[in-house]
């Protein structure tokens, strides 16, 4: 019998019953087809690493001729490829420029280091998934060889600018979206019958987590593996809840009292520990009480799994420590789903008032404890909302029930009292006589002339009063409530888990300085994907540039020429750095720009276009009859 918590090697080869109890990738996959896996692992993780230099390319978005042949203005005229009849100079300039004024931006210290640590944090983790990955389809030395082999792939996605057009009737599907964001590498597994591929996909999500977490990157291989076998999503997100599931029901069933002792006395220097206040609590947590210790694979996985064709032996075999573990389980889901330790929350109210994480679906369910709501929702992934202002209590969590359940979601309550001052102001400065008159007058410029030259209408400049202070005092606390997130996450409050972020007005403004914090403090890994609806944040190259490279997936910028709310708002910060709710974000590759112009006329209706807006962008967890219910609350 095979140890429970240990790995499997190329050796250990079990024979298949005739019940299928022992399948594993070595009895489906002949030497051959394991040898392929191993080569699509290898060519989707690089495909990830040429991404990340992509972040930190000058030539980004240029002219293909300007980067071949062109770096001067004799050049063009000299160079036998071109007629100087022809050649458009102004636009060769244009670029050489552009070209010259990035090179500058990209050779200071600070950018290079980030390009190196955001590398190195890939390379590292690319390394043990793949000596991983070797350990159990083949071998160390063939996996590595397959990664020298990896073919020559184009960056994870290079993303075409959108416009939302509000009659349109279809919108983009997630499958669609799958394979824009993440194109498949062609594979001969890809033709295999869709059992085979399946159990493929749940192997290598048993794998992700034998490293004892499940951090952003391994879904976005997930996600390539998902594509590149012609696979819905929907295969994927569905074995993640099955394995989460599963895991806490399993680890529920074991001792993790003694555990939990040893480890933290073992690990007392250890970085898990430092970071990991949820790693002691969550063996607590997830309902461990003590009892006789029952190895995963009997009390929880060879029920869970079955059906997919995995044996049982085989999915204790690749799930490695983490499936005899109370400690690496409850530590993988984070403290209490998101509910922070005393510890935890003492030292951010010192920095943010009403600092907490919100569970989305728990909230409007009558359970006796928090406890069975969290169980219910528990997920390998979670999704975090945050609100840009208040009229009513209730915002902070309903905007956010559009979040499907393939995530756990939560919904950010941040600074709940700005935030109403905030919303009431701007909804009286809306409907005041002052604004009516201001906005006819300015939609005969453009907003940005207006912001540039400062020529407001008078009338909405005594209006001001009303809805400036509260702004500038919700956009400070904005920030703080940004670096205090950054901290959450970093200290693993929702878990060695991937997160997506998704905020409009003020709550995007609190993700953008979240991510900024993350990337001065090196913290890769722990962010999945991004929306940003209507930012109140600078749109330069820069700053998203900083951005992208702790977002491991996607990262979109939703923007509409027609928010004079925001123009107006943001008037006195500092708009010579563009404002990322009003424009698209340039010369950046792997920022998804979405125009959604024609059907946002004012900021206060990002509140009821979330989910109708993630639906139309190929968002991957969506609950449609909620978004339903938000396009009625429109009308």
């Known amino acids: ?86 050649v458009d100079v102004e636009q060769y300039d244009r670029e050489r420029k552009v070209k010259e004024q990035r090179e500058k931006e990209l050779s200071a210290p600070k950018m290079k280091e980030l390009k190196a640590a955001a590398l190195k944090y890939l390379d590292e983790w690319r390394e043990g998934v793949i000596q991983r990955v070797g350990e159990v389809v083949n071998s160390k030395e063939t996996a590595e060889h397959q990664k020298s082999q990896a073919k020559s792939v184009h960056s994870m996605h290079e993303p075409t600018d959108k416009k939302i057009d509000p009659q349109a009737k279809g919108d983009e599907s997630v499958l669609n979206a799958l394979h824009d964001l993440y194109p498949p590498i062609s594979t001969p597994l890809a033709s295999l019958e869709d059992d085979k591929k399946k159990l493929i996909v ?67 220097s250890s970085r898990k520990w430092k970071v990991g206040l949820a790693s002691v609590a969550g ?60 510890q935890m929350m003492d030292s951010y109210a010192r920095e943010v008032q009403d600092f907490a994480f919100l569970p989305v679906r728990g909230s409007r369910k009558a359970f006796k404890e928090d406890k069975e709501a969290a169980e219910e929702d528990r997920r390998l992934r979670v999704t975090i909302g945050v609100t840009g202002w208040l009229t009513e209590k209730e915002e902070i969590i309903t905007p956010w029930r559009v979040v499907g359940k393939g995530a756990e979601a939560f919904a950010l309550r941040w600074e709940l009292e700005a935030l109403m001052n905030l919303g009431n102001s701007m909804q009286a400065m809306v409907t005041s006589a002052a604004w009516g008159y201001a906005k006819s007058e300015i939609i005969k410029r453009t907003i940005f002339a207006e912001m540039m030259s400062a020529l407001w209408p008078i009338g909405l400049l005594k209006v001001s009063r009303v809805v400036d202070n509260p702004f500038s005092v919700a956009k400070a606390r ?95 910060s500092s708009i010579q750095l563009g404002v990322a709710g009003l424009q698209k974000v340039e010369g950046l590759r792997g920022v998804e720009n979405v125009d959604v112009s024609d059907t946002v006329s004012g900021h206060l209706r990002y509140r009821y276009l979330v989910g109708s807006i993630l639906k139309k962008i190929g968002f991957e967890d969506i609950e449609l009859e909620e978004v339903e219910k938000e396009e009625e609350a429109l009308r």
């Open 202 to 268: 749940h192997s290598m999500l048993l794998l992700m987590l034998s490293l004892e977490h499940y951090i952003a990157p391994s879904r976005i291989l997930l996600l390539y593996l998902t594509s590149s076998l012609k696979l819905p999503i929907e295969v994927l997100t569905e074995d993640e809840e099955k394995v989460a599931k599963g895991l806490l029901e399993a680890a529920k069933q074991m001792s993790g009292e003694e555990e939990t002792q040893k480890k933290a006395d073992e690990n007392k």
């Open 478 to 572: 904005a920030e703080k409530a940004g670096e205090v997130l950054a901290d959450a996450l970093i200290n693993k409050a929702q878990g060695e888990r991937p997160v997506t972020l998704i905020g409009y007005s003020l709550g995007a403004r609190v993700i953008y300085t979240c991510l900024m914090s993350l990337a001065k403090r090196r913290a890769f890994g722990l962010v999945e994907s991004v929306v940003l609806i209507g930012a109140p944040t600078p749109s330069d190259t820069s700053d998203w540039r900083v951005m992208r490279s702790v977002v491991a997936g996607r990262l979109v910028n939703v923007y509409s020429e027609n928010d004079y709310v925001l123009g107006f708002l943001y008037r006195t």
């Open 1 to 86: 019998m095979s140890n429970p918590t240990g790995w499997f090697s190329s050796g250990e080869k079990e024979k298949k019953d005739s019940d299928g109890d022992n399948q594993d990738l070595t009895t489906i996959l002949d030497s051959h087809q394991r040898g392929e896996l191993t080569l699509l692992i290898a060519s989707a993780t690089e495909a990830m690493r040429k991404s990340i230099e992509d972040i930190f390319d000058p030539t980004a978005t240029l002219s293909p001729d300007i980067i071949a042949e062109l770096t001067s203005e004799d050049d063009k005229i000299m160079n036998p490829n071109i007629d100087p009849a022809t």
């Open 283 to 342: 063996a607590a947590i997830i309902g461990v009480t003590g009892g006789l210790a029952a190895p995963l694979v009997a009390a929880g996985v060879g029920s869970v799994m079955g059906g997919l064709g995995l044996g049982a032996t085989a999915a204790a075999g690749y799930l490695g420590t983490v499936a005899g573990s109370t400690v690496i389980v409850g530590g993988l889901f984070g403290a209490y789903g998101g509910r922070m330790t005393g």
